[in-house]
């Protein structure tokens, strides 16, 4: 990080800080003083769990009190969370709840987007994936570039797969090793170095060859890239970006010893790293310990001919050389005396002998004496490496790029993924939710998915059980998946670039924040609407519903009025029915539902199916409350008292010329919408003048529909609640005249162009 600042931010100067500065609870408390009261909540929100941001606060904080004698009074700042320069912000809950990084149930599955896309091969490609999926990429020349990269590993034979050298991509990607961790190890210098510091330094020589010589099969491999990004990590791995560092090894490692993962082989490497020649006294500590090694051998061939035994030698960090038999080769006989340390694990009994523990010492004493020789040479080794760091950290990056884009690949190769395109609307055929298509792929049901500035605010009701929560779910995973790069589960799709991701989908009590469901649920959404844009993404899951019904709808009606105003992309779902009748003639506000089939014999079947226009008053929770078989008399009065409140809700419903011109002014806003994308699409000529007449006759049919619904309902008559409750049949008639009223509320929809209409347009 100071390599880098020192880098990017020339003349710079960095101050260093003391590290009992950098405390997160410093921070946390700095927020909670000079914070605008308003704000400090929606603060804490987003800097839950990012402990490296708040301790950073805190030290600069410090800094200015300690050094600069500067304080701020109470209350005095302007704190605000942002993302980095370039990628879209997403908050810690948002993280959590869509299961970006970790399954929420089991840490350990990968039922979660990393999961999912986690097709790497190096773990700099898995970290670059991660970083990327918490930090998407609102670059769409970025954008672009990756996809094509992808297109083309994916599609492109010569490239993915090189026929004449037998050479698959991928199997170039997996000898790397850690290269991040390890160049950093080797710019840290210890102020007291041991022999365990030896040890590893040339172990990090070793590491380091061995990286270096995988970079060029990378650059045999890229031969035929044509995409502007593969051509880019090609250029990187040229010979003469690595040709310095391996000529440097090559002057003191020996060429044939190589990084090995095994203890035995390790040691071995180490001790014979150095080329010959270069030290007297390292050749003859290397002497030394070649025969006491070969002794080694000896003394256990001489046990099994003494004893007539079948002893293998077998070696770990902690004991050394030890000795193995089977307990079989035991039966019916006495152990030696001369076997000591032993125990049995897994039908073998494992030992040692008194003159095996002294070899091991022997060789022991051997090995440190070769690596404190060795480490003069090494140590000036690792300082001439040092002057070619920069490169071998660009080469770095570039292949957890390739690892990460090959991964993507992948990916499109195995599943049923499509390339998406970056326009001004959100349009998705055929879209399926990434992690559960996996879990459910014979039988998981997509969904089409429509959304543009005249149609942001998508209300979505609908049976509990029916889908709407992995619907808008699926929805920000895709987008997530767009702006990293990767294609996405759908025939096809369209995104605009989103700088925010907001998610408020959970409804779990903060237990760390000690606040109740409903109190997590307020917190959260005040940190949305103090933060949202006109290009964020949000969606919200049953807004409400930890309180009382009526306090509930006011706060999710008055919290969706915000929304709207934002001008974000919005999916909302909710069971209050009456947010979705209110909002209904709210410019930029559609209503749709998930559908659900329900038999005469009290069945009830989800068909996950996303539709325009309200759910239909069906009683969904009583039809559920007959599935689980709850006592007849118990659902016969819930049915009388639904009624009874279905009934007075409809006699209070008036008409108004209000009404129809708010739907009138939102069909001309439709209309535009629609012109617009009309113009920016690839259709001309006849095509072109065909679909508009169409759009034309629609518009004018719809604008007819919406007068005549309002001159039929101002012949209406309103009944009382009086007469409401006069008699069954009065009862029976009004139930009757509001279920005319809620289909017509129904097809109020029809108005505007469906969202599956404009899909197939822009398909």
């Not at 880098?7 to 003391?18: L, P, R, T």
């Not at 961790?181 to 030896?198: F, V």
Request: charged fraction near 25%; include cysteine; charge should be negative.
């Amino acid at each position: 990080m100071y390599s880098l600042i020192e880098e990017e931010v020339i003349g710079s100067k960095i101050v260093c800080v003391d590290r009992r500065y950098w405390s997160e609870p410093a921070g946390m408390d700095f927020i909670q003083q000079l914070a605008f009261p308003e704000d400090v909540e929606a603060i804490k929100v987003a800097t839950g769990g990012n402990f490296y941001a708040t301790c950073c606060l805190a030290a600069s904080l410090r800094y200015m009190e300690h050094s600069l004698s500067l304080t701020f009074a109470s209350h005095s700042l302007r704190i605000k969370y942002q993302p980095s320069e370039g990628s879209m912000m997403i908050d810690l809950s948002t993280i959590r709840s869509l299961e970006l990084i970790q399954n929420i149930t089991n840490v350990k599955s990968k039922d979660c987007l990393f999961g999912l896309l986690n097709e790497t091969l190096t773990p700099m490609g898995s970290r670059m994936l991660r970083s990327n999926i918490l930090q998407p990429s609102t670059q769409e020349s970025i954008l672009k570039n990756r996809y094509k990269a992808v297109g083309e590993l994916a599609s492109t034979e010569e490239t993915f797969f090189d026929t004449r050298n037998g050479k698959h991509i991928m199997d170039s990607l997996k000898p790397f090793l850690d290269i991040d961790k390890l160049l950093t190890n080797l710019i840290i210098q210890p102020t007291q170095p041991d022999i365990q510091h030896s040890e590893q330094s040339i172990n990090h020589i070793l590491m380091l060859k061995t990286f270096v010589q995988c970079v060029g099969p990378v650059y045999e491999a890229l031969s035929g890239a044509r995409s502007p990004l593969l051509v880019d990590i090609r250029n990187v791995c040229r010979p003469n970006n690595i040709t310095p560092t391996l000529k440097i090894i090559g002057e003191v490692i020996n060429d044939d010893v190589t990084f090995q993962r095994s203890p035995l082989d390790l040691r071995n490497q180490r001790t014979y790293a150095v080329k010959s020649g270069v030290n007297g006294l390292l050749d003859v500590a290397r002497q030394t310990f070649k025969e006491a090694t070969q002794d080694v051998h000896q003394h256990v061939s001489d046990i099994n001919d003494q004893y007539e035994m079948q002893m293998e030698t077998r070696y770990d960090n902690a004991r050394r050389y030890y000795l193995r038999i089977q307990e079989s080769n035991l039966e019916g006989r006495t152990m030696p005396d001369i076997l000591i340390n032993c125990y049995r694990k897994k039908g073998y009994i494992e030992c040692q002998t008194l003159g095996l523990v002294k070899l091991n010492q022997r060789i022991e004493d051997s090995h440190q004496e070769v690596v404190l020789m060795s480490d003069k040479t090494v140590t000036q080794l690792i300082d001439n490496v040092r002057a070619e760091i920069q490169p071998l950290f660009r080469v770095s990056d570039s292949i957890a790029m390739l690892d990460m884009l090959a991964a993507f690949a992948q990916l499109v190769t195995t599943s049923d993924y499509v390339k998406p395109e970056i326009t001004r609307c959100l349009a998705i055929k055929s879209g399926r939710h990434p992690v559960h298509e996996k879990a459910h792929s014979e039988k998981f049901i997509p969904n089409d998915v429509y959304a543009d500035k005249q149609q942001r605010f998508q209300i979505i009701t609908g049976c509990n059980m029916s889908g709407k929560s992995t619907y808008i779910r699926s929805i920000a995973l895709v987008t997530v998946m767009a702006q990293i790069g990767s294609f996405v589960p759908a025939q096809y799709a369209s995104f605009p670039i989103v700088d925010q991701l907001f998610a408020r989908v959970s409804m779990d009590d903060c237990i760390e924040a000690n606040v109740s469901t409903f109190a997590s649920e307020m917190r959260e959404t005040a940190f949305i609407l103090r933060n949202i844009g006109k290009n964020s993404l949000v969606i919200i899951d049953e807004l409400g519903r930890g309180t009382s019904t009526r306090d509930g709808l006011a706060i999710a009606l008055s919290i969706s009025e915000a929304l709207v105003e934002s001008q974000a992309f919005v999916w909302f779902t909710t069971h209050f029915r009456e947010l979705a009748q209110i909002m209904n003639e709210r410019a930029g506000v559609v209503n749709m539902h998930l559908k659900v089939d329900i038999s005469q014999e009290d069945k009830m079947v989800m068909l996950y199916k996303i539709a325009n226009g309200f759910v239909k008053e069906e009683h969904y929770g009583l039809a559920l409350a007959r599935v689980v078989n709850l006592p007849p008399l118990v659902l016969e009065v819930a049915e009388k008292v639904s009624k009874t409140l279905q009934a007075q809700a409809a006699a209070k419903k008036k008409s108004s010329k209000s009404f129809a011109i708010a739907r009138k002014r939102k069909l001309v806003l439709s209309l535009r919408e629609v012109l617009l994308q009309a113009q920016e699409s690839a259709m001309q000529g006849k095509a072109l003048m065909e679909y508009l007449r169409k759009v034309q006759e629609e518009f004018v049919r719809r604008m007819d529909c919406i007068e005549n619904e309002a001159d039929d309902s101002g012949d209406e008559s309103v009944i009382g609640e009086e007469e409401l409750n006069e008699n069954d049949d009065g009862r029976n008639e009004d139930l009757e005249r509001e279920g005319e009223f809620n289909e017509a509320e129904d097809d109020s929809d029809e108005s505007e162009m469906t969202g599956t209409d404009k899909t197939e347009m822009l398909v």
